[in-house]
């Protein structure tokens, strides 16, 4: 996250994770959400060394976790030359300095390192422009906090009423103008975006949506034979990227849209905007599950919340479970009487429960081995006929 005009890149690799445990989630609930802020960091490029987790009804409004488990972590990353400590909440800016001061590491929370990332990964003005807006959005209240920062780079003598508050409004100042700034350079490349997407006219578009890291863009390139780029790694696709397909005698547009996660920044959500857009214009959705992913559940929870706060919860959607080749489970023994959880249910077990009546449509496939991709090809046709019939009633002798 971007405090001033210097840069935060971190030319660090190490990293310690911290994670709450509150009367809202049980240890499990924690200890993967701690799995998923590693993979954040892994893809920021620091290797995570150690995990605290600590119980507490609330917060510590000082420092977010209590004294105890400060010190136990100041011991921790003193003896092992931890270079970056990461909060799985936001911290408040006060928390952040305190934690900074003690500590005497670098501190990012969630929402910073998801920013962070976002940075790292924008290649288009485009991506670049949301970003930056999205990080100004974040760093503007946080500026009375940074304060004794900034009064040390500029010579201020902090007094009360005096230079100090003067400075923090100058800042504030600047902040406002860079995102009315970038407000208006997004302005003006959506209107760029939408009069590309009037000139589509009236094709039937289809778009990609799910979790990050699902394999849409490897679904992408089976579709439509394209090279979008795909790799193993939180966030791959920022920009979203439109292709025409043709299955047989009918053509539509696929959209592959940037992933969704847990604790989205909400100032993410409104800089991406113009992106989103592609989301919520498109025809149908094909919401891509990770199915051997341990957590896919709350996956599809977290997606279907966000389609419903961007307007996209209406849309026809066809469910595409990913990577079951990756699939693996632990079937109970005979005599063993303690509950079945979703550990224990094998693909099949899982296609004739609670899933098969999810969706209209819900497919399970391996975009990695080409597996059942066919079926997916056959059911988009499908839908996309009965659209195109609709809308273009003088083309039905093609059918």
């Not at 972590?73 to 300095?97: G, T």
């Not at 193993?232 to 439109?242: G, I, Q």
């Not at 292709?243 to 547009?253: A, D, G, H, Q, S």
Request: glycine share 4%; charged share 30%.
């Amino acid at each position: 996250m971007k405090a001033n005009t210097q840069s935060t890149s971190i030319p660090q690799h190490s990293c310690v994770l911290i994670g709450v445990i509150n009367k809202f989630q049980d240890d499990s609930a924690s200890s993967e959400y701690l799995v998923e802020l590693a993979f954040l960091a892994e893809t920021y490029g620091l290797i995570t060394k150690k995990t605290f987790t600590q119980k507490l009804e609330r917060p510590d409004k000082s420092t977010f976790i209590g004294k105890g488990k400060v010190a136990e972590v100041e011991a921790y990353v003193k003896e092992h030359k931890i270079d970056v400590i990461i909060f799985d909440d936001e911290l408040s800016p006060s928390q952040q300095r305190n934690l900074e001061k003690v500590l005497g590491k670098k501190i990012l929370d969630r929402t910073t390192l998801i920013l962070e990332i976002f940075e790292q990964r924008a290649q288009t003005a485009h991506a670049k422009t949301q970003v930056q807006l999205a990080q100004m959005q974040y760093l503007l209240p946080r500026l009375t906090g940074m304060w004794t920062h900034l009064e040390r780079q500029r010579g201020g003598t902090g007094t009360r009423g005096g230079a100090g508050e003067k400075e923090i409004e100058t800042d504030r100042r600047i902040v406002r103008d860079k995102i009315a700034g970038l407000k208006e350079r997004l302005r003006e490349i959506d209107k760029q975006m939408a009069t590309q997407r009037k000139s589509r006219g009236e094709m039937i578009r289809v778009a990609l949506v799910g979790y990050t890291n699902v394999g849409k863009s490897t679904i992408m390139n089976l579709l439509s034979k394209s090279n979008v780029f795909a790799e193993n790694k939180l966030f791959a696709t920022l920009d979203t990227t439109v292709r025409k397909v043709t299955l047989e005698n009918i053509y539509f547009l696929l959209s592959d849209t940037v992933g969704f996660i847990r604790k989205l920044p909400t100032q993410l959500v409104e800089s991406f905007k113009s992106t989103l857009d592609e989301v919520r214009e498109a025809d149908i959705l094909v919401h891509v599950v990770d199915i051997s992913h341990k957590n896919f559940e709350e996956h599809i929870n977290v997606v279907k919340q966000t389609l419903q706060d961007i307007g996209a919860g209406d849309k026809p959607v066809i469910l595409v479970f990913n990577k079951i080749d990756a699939f693996t489970y632990t079937p109970k023994e005979e005599d063993d009487l303690t509950p079945t959880t979703r550990d224990n249910l094998s693909l099949e077990d899982i296609k004739n429960t609670w899933m098969k009546n999810l969706h209209a449509e819900v497919l399970f496939i391996s975009a990695q081995n080409k597996e059942n991709v066919d079926e997916l090809k056959n059911v988009l046709y499908t839908k996309v006929k009965e659209m195109h019939v609709k809308r273009y009633p003088y083309n039905n002798l093609l059918y």
